[in-house]
């Protein structure tokens, strides 16, 4: 199985601020026969199901705020928001769906300072 | 709009079975592979099983194979997922979510579409 490994585990961030979580992947999630990068990236707030932010590592799904960006190839990946809103405050979470089963890293909980 | 509703979740005794149903609407269901994952109390995410657009592949975690199977019913627009043999570390929100790739022999991307979930409690 592919692990994630985010990091922090938490972090606080003040408002305006720039945020920025990684995550590692064990073995590459990176296909070579499309060149994709087999990761996304997602939100959840209290009491809310997850919500999807990015896939294939970069691309921002339809609606989200364009401070929420993705980037990395391989086996390292960023997620990164540039200037941090009170309604950012959640756990996020990065997946692989390279291979399966589909493995979660264990989620950054992100909180105003 | 594109919705998944979830249902069937319950308080259940160790050894016990629950069925979860997962209702879409909004979208073309039968286009779409679709996922179970849940969520132990204060635990991160946890993927459960995967069923391709049309029933004819499925996937497992290991921690349920044997015990959880998915299925679906497109002319019903429903995902399901039976559950037997329940232990306590099944004790989780579960959510369905829909895959994001429509009509995909491979399936099992990332998942666009969440419901709010059901929660299954087991405990004696």
């Known amino acids: 199985d592919i692990v994630m490994t985010q990091s922090p585990d938490s972090l606080a961030v003040s408002l305006g601020e720039r945020a920025t979580i990684n995550c590692k992947s064990s073995?590459?999630?990176?296909?070579?026969?499309?060149?994709?990068?087999?990761l996304a990236w997602y939100q959840q707030k209290p009491g809310q199901p997850p919500k999807l932010l990015i896939y294939w590592a970069s691309t921002r799904e339809s609606g989200v705020p364009d401070r929420f960006s993705g980037s990395g190839s391989g086996t390292d990946f960023t997620l990164t928001i540039s200037s941090l809103q009170a309604e950012d405050v959640a756990v996020y979470y990065c997946?692989?769906?390279?291979?399966?089963?589909?493995?979660f890293g264990q989620g950054t909980r992100l909180e105003i300072k | 709009q594109v919705q998944l509703v979830e249902s069937g979740g319950g308080v259940v005794q160790p050894g016990g079975s629950l069925r979860l149903s997962c209702a879409a609407s909004g979208f073309t269901f039968s286009s779409f592979g679709m996922h179970w994952v849940r969520q132990a109390p204060g635990r991160g995410l946890e993927w459960v099983a995967f069923?391709?657009?049309?029933?004819?592949?499925?996937y497992y975690a290991d921690s349920v194979k044997g015990r959880f199977t998915i299925s679906r019913d497109n002319s019903k627009n429903t995902l399901y997922l039976q559950m037997n043999s329940l232990r306590g570390e099944d004790t989780a929100v579960y959510y369905c979510a829909r895959d994001g790739m429509a009509d995909s022999r491979r399936g099992n991307y990332y998942m666009d579409v969440w419901g709010k979930g059901t929660t299954v409690t087991v405990s004696s």
């Open positions: 069923i391709r657009y049309d029933g004819s592949n499925k």
């Open positions: 073995q590459s999630v990176l296909y070579s026969s499309d060149n994709n990068n087999y």
């Open positions: 997946q692989q769906y390279y291979s399966t089963p589909i493995t």
